[in-house]
């Protein structure tokens, strides 16, 4: 997998061949989605310096194994999890990798309201504010209950700041910050009553008369010689505590001997002690992680419940090889106000299309054309081989035109003496069929039959070695064809997307969109359209792809366009392929199913594969994710598929 691994020297450097961790009891292997960065990622990759150790530590993504004893969570599930990378007593701990492992007790599920960006915002930053608040050696305040007494967020408009803010005012305390006066309407957006300048000489003097002297906790997410010596001055005569996040100067740590002053590492939450030389050294601390079990579950409850907010996001593009860049402007301070999040890139294939082990033909390509029973005309292009024989014809992914991804594939097969056709579906690229971008399952079905009788007549093609071969929607349409069209000699589905109807709670809003375009269409007005893919890389219906999934097409000169047609949707619900795989059998079919299939998760794809009957066959695609299969050795995995096809139609 590729991940960030530290150097001998400091910084991270991109691997590309990093070991899938394998998940201990009481762990998860999540698909990375989404990470976040933070201060702690720019100081702990040069001060311990662990080199080979993952980067990171807030992620968010979806389950793909559990280990011994997990029962909160599933494969498939979406989680928000944080770890601490950069260990180099446990180097499979991080999260800037493809892959990463968490905690079940320090884990929580995702809200469907949250995206995998905003969901990895959350991890850290509850961890450090919850034990800086609620724990030794933190504040130790009272989780709920709390009397109104003020309490100081030294940084209220960092991450950690809004964070407590929000925890503050939930346990019944009265939140006040310092921040810049360009952030007030921010901090108090998250519940701050009171805000002062932290440039100002007198916000300690300030702070004191606003708490009439009576300041008794404070907690600093700044922690300099300087926001320190305002906090000191803040707290009433009576003293009180102060907690920082990092090492506490002493020069004014003894200024006052009436204050407890501590600081404290996140990394404690785990338990299991933090492994770094000198004043950063932590013994294991059971008590901790049971602190941390109780604070992520309440987390979940939160989020689910609408009760804590993220820190404002600034979304990165560029995947894991432009965190380097973003940790550099950390180290220099260049960001502030908001919390960075990097998406996770999108398959490398669609970033870089020729970056595979594969040889591809030189043989000609033919612009064609043919007309479907219901008289539209769909072109595409013919890859004929060298001589008469066996043919294929092949269909690409949801929305996607014949562009994408599938012409290596064709010019491969192409070039080991199979014919291929591969076209854009109705209502795609240059095909005809209106409403535009109206994708319906049943009928591109009924339109790869159509395809069947004209490709019956190419002189190159042996009508009785026709083959079907499609990509992810493509697959489950190439599924459907081959049940129904018994001309068909062999079908190849590929992660095949098996449901395609989407997040319940996402189901009647876009019923009720659909039955309102359906009013306002009679009416004579134009058809309804959603995003096909939103900026987080989910879909209208709740299915995710992935963010960085159209800036890659438009990278690649592939005429995606960002829209679906509401009714889409409307008629995906009505579609079930479970109903029709049965019937494929007596036809010759091979599943091509990745390991870790997020897109269209490979649970669903092995229920598909069981409901087939026999002549059928399993490849699963060891470590492999729904497109990233493209990216790599993609000869092997064609050569088992020309083995079948050789295999099930004699040539």
Not at 121 to 147: D, K, N, Q, V, Y
Not at 397 to 407: E, Q
Request: aromatic share 8%; with cysteine.
């Amino acid at each position: 997998m590729q991940a960030l691994v530290g150097g001998e020297s400091g910084g991270y450097h991109l691997v590309e061949d990093a070991n899938i961790p394998v998940p201990r009891p009481g762990s998860m292997l999540v698909r990375v989605h989404a990470v976040g960065l933070n201060p702690r990622d720019a100081k702990i990759v040069d001060f311990s310096k662990a080199p080979g150790s993952l980067g990171g530590c807030d992620f968010a993504g979806v389950v793909e194994k559990v280990g011994e004893g997990v029962t909160r969570f599933k494969q498939g599930d979406r989680v928000l999890a944080v770890t601490f990378g950069s260990d180099a007593s446990e180097k499979t701990k991080g999260a800037f990798a493809e892959f990463a492992l968490a905690e079940e007790d320090i884990s929580c599920h995702i809200p469907e309201a949250f995206s995998f960006t905003q969901a990895c915002s959350i991890g850290l930053s509850m961890a450090t504010a919850g034990l800086a608040l609620f724990h030794a050696p933190g504040l130790e305040l009272l989780m709920r209950g709390g009397t109104g007494e003020a309490v100081l967020v030294s940084g209220g408009a960092t991450a950690t700041g809004t964070m407590a803010t929000q925890l503050l005012k939930m346990a019944g305390y009265t939140p006040i910050v310092t921040c810049s006066p360009a952030s007030n309407a921010l901090c108090e957006s998250y519940g701050a009553v009171a805000c002062f300048d932290y440039h100002s000489p007198a916000c300690g003097a300030d702070i004191r008369v606003y708490t009439d002297n009576s300041l008794r906790y404070v907690l600093d997410c700044v922690t300099d010689a300087t926001t320190m010596k305002s906090c000191y001055e803040a707290i009433g005569s009576s003293g009180g505590s102060y907690i920082a996040l990092e090492t506490i100067a002493t020069t004014v740590k003894y200024t006052r001997r009436d204050i407890r002053a501590d600081w404290f590492l996140a990394d404690a939450i785990l338990g299991d002690g933090v492994h770094m030389t000198g004043t950063y050294g932590r013994p294991p601390s059971p008590e901790h992680r049971q602190f941390g079990k109780h604070l992520f579950a309440l987390t979940e409850i939160w989020l689910r419940e609408g009760r804590i907010r993220h820190h404002p996001l600034e979304i990165q593009s560029g995947g894991l090889a432009n965190i380097p860049a973003i940790v550099d402007d950390l180290k220099l301070g260049k960001v502030h106000g908001k919390k960075l999040l990097q998406r996770r890139r999108d398959a490398p294939v669609l970033t870089n299309s020729r970056k595979n082990k594969m040889t591809v033909s030189a043989l000609p390509r033919q612009d064609v054309e043919f007309v479907t029973l219901d008289g539209l005309t769909l072109r595409g292009w013919l890859f004929p081989a060298k001589q008469r024989g066996p043919a294929m014809i092949m269909s690409p992914g949801f929305n996607m035109p014949k562009d994408a991804i599938l012409p290596d594939i064709a010019k491969w097969f192409q070039e080991h003496g199979i014919t291929c056709l591969l076209y854009d579906p109705r209502g795609i690229g240059a095909s005809d069929g209106e409403p535009r971008n109206d994708i319906d399952a049943r009928q591109q079905a009924e339109h790869l039959h159509d395809a069947v009788t004209w490709f019956k007549e190419n002189p190159l093609v042996d009508d009785t070695k026709i083959a079907l071969w499609g990509l992810c929607f493509g697959g489950n349409v190439t599924l459907a064809a081959a049940a129904f069209d018994k001309r068909v000699s062999a079908a190849i589905s590929v992660a095949p997307l098996i449901d395609s109807t989407g997040n319940p709670a996402r189901r009647q809003p876009i019923l009720e969109l659909a039955m309102h375009d359906r009013a306002s269409r009679l009416e004579g007005e134009e058809p309804m359209y959603l995003p096909y893919v939103n900026e987080d890389g989910s879909i209208p219906n709740g299915l995710q792809l992935a963010a960085e999934m159209m800036p890659a097409l438009q990278r690649l000169g592939i005429p995606v366009e960002n829209r679906i047609s509401v009714q889409t949707y409307y008629k995906s619900l009505s579609w079930n392929i479970l109903n029709v795989v049965k019937y494929i059998s007596p036809t010759p079919a091979m599943m091509v199913t990745p390991e870790f299939d997020v897109s269209c998760p490979t649970k669903e794809q092995l229920e598909c594969f069981e409901h087939m009957n026999e002549p059928k066959e399993l490849d699963i695609l060891k470590g492999k994710g729904h497109l990233d299969w493209v990216f790599g050795d993609v000869e092997s995995i064609l050569n088992r598929q020309l083995d079948f096809l050789k295999r099930r139609m004699n040539f």
